[in-house]
C-alpha cells in the first residue's frame, strides 16, 4: 500500500511538471523567433572558450548573421575526429559542458556515429516525453469531466546497456533520456528495480509483459515507435497464456529464455496472483478487439509513440485495441536534437520546440544557398533543417526535410516528410536507397548475375511490417530462394536492420518477381506525358500512389 502511495505521488509530479512544460509551449508559441535567438545566444556564450568556439570565432558573434558567416554549415563528418577525442575523455572541445553519455546510431553508411548528450540537451527530453503525454492525458480526461487517476507506465522500448570502455553510457536518446528517471523507475514505471530491462538478458518482452499485465492500475505506455507496439502484441497472442499462467503461479515459466542472474532476481519480487491472472484470462479469452487495453488496464489514459509517415500503419493498428484511449504521437527528433512535439492529442502536426535548439532552414528544392529563420517560413513550405544543439553541434544539417502544416500563433507547426537518401524506416533502421543499392550489388557479385530493375517497398499489410524486394527475371535467377543470404546484405548494408529483426519489429523479407518488361513501361509513360529519357530515374521504391498502382499490379 505504502508502494502504491510512493507510486501515486511519483505519478502527479510527472503530470505536474508536464503541465508546466505545456504551459511554456503556449508561451513560446507567442514569440518563437526570440526565445529561439535568446537560446542562441546561450550557447555562443557558453561555449565560446571550447576549442570550437575559439576556431569559429564565437567570442564575436552578436547576430544571426554574426553566426552564419563564422559558422559553416556541416555534417557528422566535421565532428568526427572531435567526438573521437571526447570519447577519449578530452573536455571543452565541442561544448563546455560535461559530456553525460553518447546516443550511437548506425548513420547511412552504417557507420557508427556517436552523438554527445549534454545535460541541457537531455533536458528537452525529460521535459517534452513522458510528462508531456500525461499531462495531455490528464486534460483530456478532466475536460471530459472525468478525474485523472495516476497510475505507473508500461516502457515498450528495450535498454541496451552498453558503455564505452571508459564507462560512460552509449545506447540509443530515448534510454539516455529516460536514465535521468532512473531511481524513480519502480514508482513510474512497471519494472521492479531502477534499470529498464535489457535487449540482452534474455526476453525481454516477456519481462515487459510479465510485470505490466500484473499492475491493474498501468494508466499510459510509452514506445519510440508505434512500430514496436504493434510487434509486441504479435508477442502478447502469441503468448499470453504463458505469461498469466506465470502471474498466477507467481513463477517464471523454465522456457522463457533470461540470464541466471536476472532470472533470480526477479523471482524474489514476484508473487501468486491468481485473481488477477484469473481476470486477464477471462479478458483475453474475449478477443483482440478495440475493447482490449482499456479492459486489462481500465485506467489507461495515453498511448505515446511516433505515429507519422511510414509509423502511420502501425499507429492505426494500435488505435484498433484502443477504444476509450487517446493516442499522442509524440514527438519528432534524433539522435542530435528533439525538434518539436505535439500539443494536443490525436494530432500529427507538431510544435517546433524553440528551447531545444537554435533552428535555420533551407527551402527544399532551392539551390541558391538562402537560408531561412523561423519567421520566414510558410504553411506548405517544405524545409530542410538545420540545428544548432546544446550538446555541440553547430549548423548541423539532420538532412530532414519538413513541411509547416500551419502555426499555433505565431510557431511553426511542423511534419516530417522525409530523410534525405532514406527510403524507408519501419522501426527505426532508416533504411536508405544507398543501403538498397549495395544489397542488390553483393547479391548479383555474389551470384555472378545482374540484377538491373528493381526496387523496395514496405509491406504494411503484414503485422509487424516487412520489406518486399520486386525484381524483373532477366538472368534466369530466383531471388526468391536466397531470402536469408539477401536480408544478410541488407544487415551488413544497414546494422540497425538485423537488431530490429531480431527483436520482432520487421518481419522477415518478402522477395516477389515482376512481370517482364514493367521497368520499361513505367519509362515509355512517362516519356508520353513529355518528360525526356534523360529525366526519367530508376524507381526503387514506391514513394508515391501513381508509383504504388503500376508497380503493384505487375507482381507475378
Known amino acids: 500500500m ?120 537531455l533536458d528537452a527530453y525529460v521535459k517534452y516525453t513522458w510528462t508531456r503525454a500525461l499531462a495531455l492525458g490528464a486534460e483530456h480526461i478532466e475536460k471530459q469531466g472525468g478525474k485523472y487517476k495516476p497510475g505507473r507506465g508500461i516502457f515498450l522500448s528495450p535498454a541496451t546497456n552498453e558503455c564505452l570502455p571508459n564507462g560512460m553510457i552509449c545506447s540509443n536518446i530515448a534510454e539516455i533520456g529516460a536514465r535521468q528517471y532512473g531511481r524513480f523507475y519502480p514508482f513510474i514505471l512497471t ?118 509517415a511510414s509509423f502511420k500503419p502501425s499507429a492505426d493498428y494500435i488505435r484498433s485495441l484502443s477504444d476509450g484511449i487517446s493516442l499522442d504521437f509524440s514527438i519528432y527528433g534524433a539522435s542530435e536534437a528533439l525538434v518539436a512535439a505535439c500539443y494536443e492529442l490525436g494530432n500529427t502536426d507538431m510544435q517546433l520546440l524553440t528551447d531545444s535548439c537554435y533552428y535555420e532552414f533551407i527551402p527544399y528544392g532551392d539551390e541558391s544557398g538562402e537560408v531561412l529563420g523561423i519567421g520566414d517560413l510558410v504553411e506548405g513550405g517544405k524545409y530542410e533543417i538545420l540545428i544548432t544543439n546544446q550538446a555541440g553541434l553547430y549548423r ?47 547479391i548479383s557479385k555474389a551470384h555472378g548475375v545482374t540484377v538491373e530493375n528493381w526496387l523496395f517497398y514496405q509491406d504494411d499489410s503484414v503485422l509487424p511490417n516487412r520489406y518486399v524486394l520486386l525484381y524483373e527475371d532477366e538472368n534466369g535467377i530466383d531471388l526468391g530462394g536466397y531470402i536469408d543470404e539477401i536480408e544478410d546484405y541488407m544487415g551488413q548494408c544497414n546494422k540497425r536492420y538485423p537488431s530490429q529483426r531480431e527483436k520482432g519489429f520487421i518481419s522477415r523479407l518478402a522477395v516477389k518477381k515482376q512481370q517482364p518488361g514493367t521497368h520499361k513501361l513505367w519509362a515509355e509513360k512517362c516519356i508520353s506525358r513529355g518528360a525526356s529519357a534523360a529525366q526519367i530515374k530508376p524507381v526503387h521504391s514506391l514513394d508515391n500512389e501513381e508509383k504504388k498502382e503500376f508497380f503493384l499490379k505487375r507482381i507475378q
Request: glycine share 6%; aromatic share 12%; proline share 5%.
Open 2 to 121: 505504502f508502494r502504491k502511495l510512493l507510486s501515486s505521488s511519483a505519478m502527479r509530479i510527472m503530470v505536474s511538471k508536464g503541465r508546466a512544460s505545456l504551459r511554456h509551449m503556449e508561451k513560446a508559441s507567442f514569440d518563437p523567433e526570440a526565445e529561439n535567438l535568446k537560446l542562441l545566444k546561450k550557447i555562443i556564450d557558453e561555449n565560446k572558450n571550447t576549442e570550437y568556439g575559439r576556431l569559429h570565432n564565437f567570442g564575436d558573434i552578436k547576430s544571426p548573421e554574426d553566426f552564419r558567416r563564422n559558422v559553416p554549415v556541416s555534417g557528422y563528418e566535421d565532428y568526427a575526429p572531435y567526438i573521437e577525442r571526447i570519447k577519449n575523455g578530452e573536455k571543452n572541445v565541442l561544448v563546455s559542458s560535461p559530456i553525460l553519455g553518447f546516443s550511437r546510431t548506425s548513420g547511412s553508411s552504417g557507420v557508427p556515429k556517436y552523438i554527445p548528450a549534454t545535460a541541457a540537451s
Open 191 to 308: 519494472v521492479p528495480g531502477a534499470n529498464l530491462f535489457d535487449v540482452h538478458d534474455g526476453d525481454y518482452v516477456y519481462n515487459i509483459y510479465r510485470f505490466a499485465l500484473q499492475d491493474e492500475d498501468a494508466s499510459f505506455i510509452f514506445s519510440v515507435f508505434f512500430s514496436i507496439n504493434v510487434s509486441q502484441v504479435a508477442y502478447l497472442k502469441n503468448n499470453w497464456r504463458l505469461i498469466v499462467d506465470d502471474i498466477e503461479k507467481g513463477t517464471i515459466d523454465e522456457s522463457v529464455k533470461m540470464k541466471p542472474e536476472l532470472r533470480a532476481y526477479l523471482e524474489k519480487r514476484i508473487k501468486p496472483m491468481p485473481e488477477r491472472a484469473r481476470y486477464l484470462r477471462e479478458q483475453f479469452e474475449k478477443g483482440f478487439d478495440g475493447t482490449l487495453f482499456k479492459r486489462i488496464w481500465p485506467n489507461m489514459t495515453v498511448i505515446s509513440g511516433i505515429g507519422n
Open 396 to 442: 548541423y544539417r539532420l538532412k530532414d526535410v519538413l513541411e509547416v502544416k500551419g502555426f499555433r500563433n505565431k510557431c511553426p507547426l511542423i511534419s516530417f516528410v522525409f530523410r534525405k537518401g532514406q527510403m524507408f524506416n519501419i522501426a527505426g533502421e532508416k533504411f536508405s536507397e544507398e543501403d538498397a543499392r549495395n544489397t542488390i550489388e553483393m
